[in-house]
């Protein structure tokens, strides 16, 4: 029952955290040495005969939603002992193993039944309610024109939202694109589009000529019917009337509306905008654009738009005329704004329901008891009260949350809390931990469950007085009554087997074929990793680390090595039995750094020389992965193997994969099959590495398809990563390489873990997303969990939330910790419960709908045509926002897009989504790129997920060199550049710099050291190290974005007008796209017409 402080009356957290200070003290809050156990130790410093058996009270009430114990659980009754937890037995950790060194019958791990390609519910496209079917859509979407006027050169079929249109012709003789770490070196294609760059101006505003098309409608209250007339042939929709007076003129009052207001896609921009002033001036207040400018100023400065709307009339002959972009939602101004306004006060956690900061605002986080944004954040901070109007909003109601977050070194770590011998104090019906919103009562001596409401009675050693307000006298020393995030040291019950956890163990295994010994890979990796093994993670301040580590290589057969410290040499074991695999070594396989160093130098000195002269072309990859599997299995310990691979496994073995990559797969019923893996070998074999605690991390090095869907199953579903480095080759790639090995080897990990997320009464768990294995409806299983993966849940009400007592989520994980030991790791979240839907639509969060949404689009690629996904996309987007609109938004003309505050960059967002390479893929992204980032994203933050579907981009030479902030970003549209000018582009996974033709023959040679703008190498990615202000401000700033981003970003060079350009415009996400993806105000507009025909 320790805290980790005893009575000194140091300030309650004030100590050094990862020392559990508090394990010798045995004296409970409150009440010195009352009942605690002379040496609370024990618990953690092996098992404790005494404490196997002990059933927390009341283990006979299982948890309500506890799953059915697995037949495996029978020597551990459910709910007692082990696991009590969860529910069950070690079933979550795999079969406790009765086998040691077991060779595994043939057909076993390999041919068993496919499990279906996701562990979780297949893609449910409709999570709330029926919205139109996707035929409406598409009749809608055939029946318009939305974006053909815009861009100078018309899209391939004319439409901004159908599949994605066949442009290979444009793009198709695109080899490698480089997107995603492809061969940067592949010619790219002339560019298709003429025009280039238009240079530094916005597009023409010309003279407000136009204003006759902009009849103002009679004004009033909505005139849904007359806006939904029929498009005038050959018109294009470009949305609804621009002009609405009757909103422009609206009164102040509409500034204080909760709403963002837009007179028809974005009415007319006032005149300040012929004078170059910027749009974002009007867009306080969340009412924004041109509609609160003066009515008279309203000639039309678009250069030439088509009528927007229905509106019969405009002059037929009139060049068309587009929305102004300075006047619809700008992200740049959303962030900004959010930056200015909230990034100067830390967040005090203590507000149930408060909506944090944006994740692209840096800011510090004081916990007072509810959990950090930095580990959960959630679509909404404000739920409908009943199912029925989470209906209606269509708003998914799901938390991202990331329960090992690193933080900044300003936050202090969460506290470790000992209860002592009998473990964290639970509820005994649902189980939920020990945390403030739990209820003290009848002076303390009980508390009633927050989760399910459930009285308790308070463990003698745990009482506490009451003070007048019924709060514990002691609840601010105790991190569990007054802290959202703390950690519980786990009792042997939470162990696999009743037995404490052995310290993990990394095990390298390196691909020998001819190809990885070609491109110098083995020979870099060996000596690479001569270093890395000083830096294992460690914890606490310990010297060294308790990680062992073992070495195998494979081509078509699999060599294992002895690195005993005793041996003068490192001895080599070949098992050519691939379809059999075991391990032929026990001692000496896996051994610590230390001990062991000279030998491991020793092999890994003679690995490269060894195979230096293979000609062995094959291999094979499902017995790499059961054999390191085998080995941590024998060894009775969780840990994680280092895979590094190069080509399709076609040798002969398990898990052997053929070639199946076909493009033309695109666009039909049958694309879902590129992303589903090939063989359900791999979930198999995924299922016995979870249940081992064995985490597998990738890293590929492909020269051509290796089907990335197929071999990333296994990392998928046991929380490891994938690494892609296409046509590796050591000189351009080895920086990359290296930093993301670096930082995978040394990032700390949980092992062996278990997710539970409970819920007060009223909604649930439901749905779950990331890279995990689920063999039950609740536990989220992950062999290994980092600081940088999240898991998204989504909750449904299974009851009437009620106002007054609000939501809780409690998400709890088990885990083993670098050191080897068991640990619980508890977030609660108090979130406010509402039943007028403008509360909800007050306290969304658009970053974190934007990771749900990309999540569930991601899966449903797996089950769904493509195009059908999007579709169900845009339909819950307009239902969103129409519902908004319906119900929370003051009257208006429905020729106005109304979007809520919160929300008023949905669009934009979703957008960026819907044209993403998985879900619209242009012609030079492959297969392999499209899986690989499908798996990215399903682990992917909110800030990642930001900043990866609307990239950031930053004008390097435009702010003076002396400035020491980052330059304001600018929006991702080619309108914004400016050809005199160099520019930034990253998104967490690529790195571009853009040089402008016109640039200044000075700034060239200082950051380039050439003389002329033609010299630049084109797809340079090291800028030369110079010695003057603007080089070392430019390699500074790209040293700081990488220190930013969980993977080494790799930068390209590009030049205006050159080949790679197209690279670099794929990532313009505001524009239309090559692919055939709509620009924003396209977008937009289209949008505004699904929420119309919606409210109609
Ligand atoms: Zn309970």
Known sequence: ???????????????????????????????????????????????????????????????????????????????????????????????????????????????????????????????????????????????????????????????????????????????????????PQGQ????????????????????????????????????????????????????????????????????????????????PPPPMHSSQQQGYQLQQNGSFGPTRGPQPNYGSPYPGAPAFGSQPGPPQSLPPKRLDPDAIPSPIQVIEDDRNNR?????????????????????????????????????????????????????????????????????????????????????????????????????????????????????????????HTGKRVDAYDRPELSLGSYEFLATVDYCKNNKFPSPPAFIFMIDVSYNAIRSGLVRLLCEELKSLLDFLPREGGAEESAIRVGFVTYNKVLHFYNVKSSLAQPQMMVVSDVADMFVPLLDGFLVSVSESRAVIISLLDQIPEMFADTRETETVFAPVIQAGMEALKAAECAGKLFIFHTSLPIAEAPGKLKNRDDRKLINTDKEKTLFQPQTGAYQALAKECVAQGCCVDLFLFPNQYVDVATLSVVPQLTGGSVYKYACFQVENDQERFMSDLRRDVEKVVGFDAVMRVRTSTGIRAVDFFGAFYMSNTTDVELAGLDGEKTVTVEFKHDDRLNEESGALLQCALLYTSCAGQRRLRIHNLALNCCTQLADLYRNCETDTLINYMAKFAYRGVLNSPVKTVRDTLITQCAQILACYRKNCASPSSAGQLILPECMKLLPVYLNCVLKSDVLQPGAEVTTDDRAYVRQLVTSMDVAETNVFFYPRLLPLTKSPIESTTEPPAIRASEERLSNGDIYLLENGLNLFIWVGAGVQQGVVQSLFNVSSFSQITSGLSVLPVLDNPLSKKVRGLIDSLRAQRSRYMKLI????????????????????????????????????????????
Do not use: W
């Open 188 to 267: 790219a294609p002339p560019l298709s589009q003429a025009q280039g760059h238009s240079g530094a101006q916005p597009p023409q505003r010309s003279a407000p000529q136009q204003a006759s098309s902009f009849t103002p409608q009679a004004s009033g209250g909505p005139r849904m019917p007359s806006m939904t007339g029929p498009l005038l042939p050959g018109q294009s929709f470009g949305g609804p009337p621009l002009n609405q007076p009757n909103h422009v003129s609206s009164p102040p009052s509409q500034a204080l509306h909760p709403g963002t207001q837009m007179a028809g896609p974005p009415g």
């Open 1053 to 1096: 060079v590009v030049k205006q007008e050159d080949k790679l350009e197209m690279l670099f415009k794929h990532f313009l996400v505001e524009d239309k796209s090559l692919s055939g993806g709509a620009s924003y105000v396209d977008f937009l507009c289209h949008m505004h017409k699904e929420i119309r025909q919606l409210l109609s």
């Open 343 to 467: 990034g100067s006060e830390p967040f005090v956690t203590g507000v149930r329901g408060q909506v944090p900061p944006l994740v692209t605002t840096n800011f510090l986080v004081k916990d007072q008891g509810n959990a950090s944004p930095r580990y959960i954040r959630c679509t909404s901070y404000n739920i409908p009260c009943t199912s029925d109007m989470a209906k209606q909003a269509q708003v998914p109601l799901a938390a991202v949350i990331k329960p090992l977050a690193r933080l900044p070194p300003e936050e202090a770590s969460p506290y470790v809390v000992d209860h002592g011998e009998s473990g964290p104090l639970r509820c005994n019906r649902c189980k939920a931990y020990m945390c403030p919103f739990m209820q003290f009562v009848e002076g303390g001596r009980r508390f009633q469950c927050c989760f399910c409401s459930c009285i308790n009675d308070v463990p003698p050693q745990y009482f506490q007085h009451l003070d």
């Open 1 to 183: 029952m320790n805290v980790n402080q005893s009575a000194p009356p140091v300030p309650p957290y004030g100590q050094p955290q990862p020392v559990y200070p508090g394990y010798h003290q045995s004296s409970y809050g409150g009440q010195p040495g009352s009942t605690a156990p002379p040496n609370t130790y024990g618990a953690y410093n092996g098992p404790v005969p005494g404490y196997q058996q002990t059933p927390p009270p009341g283990v006979s009430r299982a948890p309500p939603s506890s799953g059915v114990p697995p037949a495996s659980t029978a020597q551990v009754p459910c709910g007692q002992g082990g696991y009590g937890q969860f529910g069950q037995g070690d079933v979550q950790n795999g079969p406790s193993s009765t086998v040691q060194m077991q060779r595994l019958p043939g057909s076993q791990p390999f041919g068993s039944a496919p499990l279906a390609p996701v562990v979780s519910q297949p893609a449910v496209l409709q999570p709330y309610g029926p919205p139109p079917t996707s035929a409406q859509v598409t009749a809608q979407m055939a029946g318009m024109q939305i974006s053909g006027s815009v861009t100078p050169a018309p899209p391939p079929s004319g439409l901004g939202y159908g599949p994605p249109t066949s442009l290979a012709s444009a793009s198709g003789s695109f080899p490698n694109s480089g997107l995603y770490g492809s061969c």
